[in-house]
C-alpha cells in the first residue's frame, strides 16, 4: 500500500489564528498538529481544507479567507480556493 | 566565527487557569473570551441579603423563573469580553463617523428632499426615547441577571442602545435642527401614534423577571422594530429620496444582524436545557411579540402609510422565523 503523501499549513501561533487551528482539525479527520514555539503545522494525509463556515462558527461573525493570509507562514500542496473553501491537495 | 542559531521550545507548565482548565475538562489553551468570562459570576461570600429583596442573596439564580444547570452555557457567539466588545463597537463608529462627515461635507441634508425629510424626522427621531428604553432594559437585565455570560453580554447591549439614541440625535440635528429633538420628544409624550409603543416600552420597564425583560425587549420589540425601521423604512426612503438616511442610520442598521445572533444564541440554548424553559420562553415571546407588533403598527403606518401592515407582517415572519430556528415553536 502506498503512503498518501501529506500537505501541511502552517500558521503563527496566536490568539487570531486558534480558531483557524480549530476549525482544520475539526474538518479533517486524521490532521496531526505539530505546535512549535511560535508556531503551528497542521499535516494531513492527501488533502486539507480549510472551511469558511466552520471558522465563523468558531468565531462568531463573518470571515474572510483572505485573512488567513495575515498568518501564515507557509504551505505545500496545490491551492485551490473559493470564497467558501481554501484546499490544499497534491492532485493536479 | 561561527554562531549557531537554536531555538530551544519552553512548554509552559500550564495552558490557563485551573478555574478554566476544570470548565473545559482538560488543561488547553483558552479563549481570551473564555478566560474573561468563566467563573466571574460572585457565588460565595455575600455579606448579607440585600434590604431590597431580603428573600434572596445578592447575585441570584431565582430572580428569574427560567433555570438553568449552568448559566455559562449562555454563551456569546461573537466572544465579545470589554476588549473585543469596545474594538468592534470603535471600527463600526469610526464607520459611521465617516458617513455622517460625508453626508455633511457634500451638503446632502440641505439637497434631501423636503417631504422624505419630514418624513425620516417624524419617523426616526423619536425612537431616541425607545433606544433609552432598550438601555435601561439592557442594564436591568445585567443588573439583576445571573452568569458573566448573559449578563455582560446585556450591558454591552444595553450600552449599544445609548450610542443608538445618540446616533438618531445627530441625524435630527443635521437633518434638521434642535427643536426637531423637542418635537420628536413632545410627538413621543403626545401623539397617538406614538402612546401604544410608550406604554409597551414604559410596562417592559417593570417586568420583574430578568429574563422575561430579555424577551420583551431584545427579542420582541428589538426584532420588529430594526427590521420595520433600518430596512422597510429605510427602504422607502430610499426610494422617494436617495440613500443619505440609509448613511446616518448605518449603526443601528449593522448593528442588528450581529446582536441577533447573541439573541438567537442565547434562546436556543435556554430552550434546549429544557421543556420546561422552552415553554416558558414560547408563552413569553407569543405575548410579547403580540403586543409589540400592535404598538408598532400606528408607527408604521405614519412613516409607510398603506404599504404599513404588508412591511409589518414581513418583519414579524422574519423574526418568528429566526426564533423557530432557535428552537421555539412560534
Do not use: C
Not at chain 1, 463573518?62 to 485551490?80: A, C, K, P, R, S
Not at chain 2, 467563573?39 to 455579606?47: D, I, R
Not at chain 2, 446616533?167 to 406614538?194: C, F, Q
Not at chain 2, 403586543?291 to 400606528?298: G, H, V
Amino acid at each position: 500500500m502506498t503512503q498518501v503523501p501529506n500537505v501541511f499549513i502552517a500558521l503563527q501561533r496566536n490568539e487570531e489564528t486558534r480558531p483557524i487551528v480549530d476549525a482544520i482539525l475539526a474538518d479533517n479527520p486524521g490532521a496531526l498538529l505539530d505546535e512549535q514555539p511560535a508556531m503551528v503545522k497542521i499535516n494531513v494525509p492527501g488533502r486539507l481544507v480549510v472551511r469558511r463556515s466552520t471558522i465563523e462558527q468558531e468565531i462568531g461573525r463573518d470571515f474572510d479567507l483572505q485573512e488567513l493570509h495575515v498568518n501564515l507562514i507557509t504551505l505545500t500542496g496545490h491551492i485551490d480556493e473559493s470564497d467558501d473553501e481554501f484546499v490544499l491537495s497534491w492532485v493536479h | 566565527m561561527q554562531i549557531d542559531l537554536r531555538t530551544v521550545s519552553i512548554t509552559p507548565l500550564r495552558q490557563t487557569y485551573n478555574h478554566i482548565a476544570d470548565y473545559l475538562g482538560a488543561d488547553k489553551a483558552a479563549s481570551r473570551y473564555v478566560e474573561a468570562t468563566m467563573g466571574v459570576q460572585g457565588t460565595t461570600n455575600f455579606h448579607y441579603r440585600p434590604t431590597w429583596d431580603p428573600e434572596r442573596e445578592m447575585f441570584d439564580e431565582r430572580r428569574t423563573a427560567i433555570k438553568m444547570k449552568d448559566w455559562y452555557v449562555l454563551k456569546d457567539p461573537r466572544q465579545y469580553y470589554y476588549g473585543s466588545y469596545t474594538q468592534a463597537r470603535a471600527r463600526m463608529q469610526e464607520t459611521a463617523e465617516s458617513d455622517f462627515d460625508f453626508v455633511e461635507s457634500r451638503g446632502l441634508a440641505e439637497s434631501y428632499d423636503d417631504g422624505a425629510r419630514r418624513a425620516a424626522l417624524d419617523f426616526y427621531i423619536p425612537l431616541r426615547h425607545v433606544a433609552w428604553g432598550g438601555n435601561l432594559n439592557g442594564g436591568y437585565q445585567s443588573a439583576y441577571g445571573y452568569g458573566t455570560a448573559i449578563t455582560q453580554a446585556s450591558l454591552y447591549a444595553s450600552m449599544d442602545q445609548l450610542g443608538i439614541a445618540q446616533y438618531l440625535t445627530r441625524l435630527g440635528l443635521l437633518m434638521g435642527n434642535e427643536a426637531e429633538l423637542e418635537a420628536g420628544k413632545h410627538a413621543w409624550l403626545n401623539a397617538p401614534a406614538w402612546q401604544p409603543l410608550r406604554k409597551y416600552v414604559e410596562d417592559s420597564f417593570v417586568i420583574k423577571d430578568w429574563f422575561e425583560n430579555f424577551v420583551a425587549q431584545n427579542m420582541a420589540l428589538d426584532g420588529l422594530l430594526f427590521g420595520l425601521a433600518y430596512r422597510e423604512v429605510d427602504r422607502k426612503l430610499n426610494e422617494r429620496a436617495g440613500p443619505t438616511i440609509s448613511m446616518l442610520t448605518r449603526f443601528p442598521a449593522e448593528w442588528f444582524p450581529e446582536t441577533s445572533k447573541w439573541v438567537d444564541a442565547v434562546v436556543k440554548a435556554t430552550a434546549a436545557e429544557s421543556a420546561e424553559n422552552k415553554a416558558l420562553l414560547e408563552k413569553w415571546y407569543a405575548h410579547w411579540v403580540a403586543r409589540a407588533q400592535e404598538a408598532l403598527a400606528p408607527v408604521a403606518q405614519l412613516a409607510l402609510g398603506e404599504e404599513a401592515g404588508e412591511a409589518l407582517a414581513r418583519v414579524r415572519a422574519q423574526l418568528d422565523a429566526r426564533m423557530a430556528k432557535a428552537g421555539l415553536a412560534v
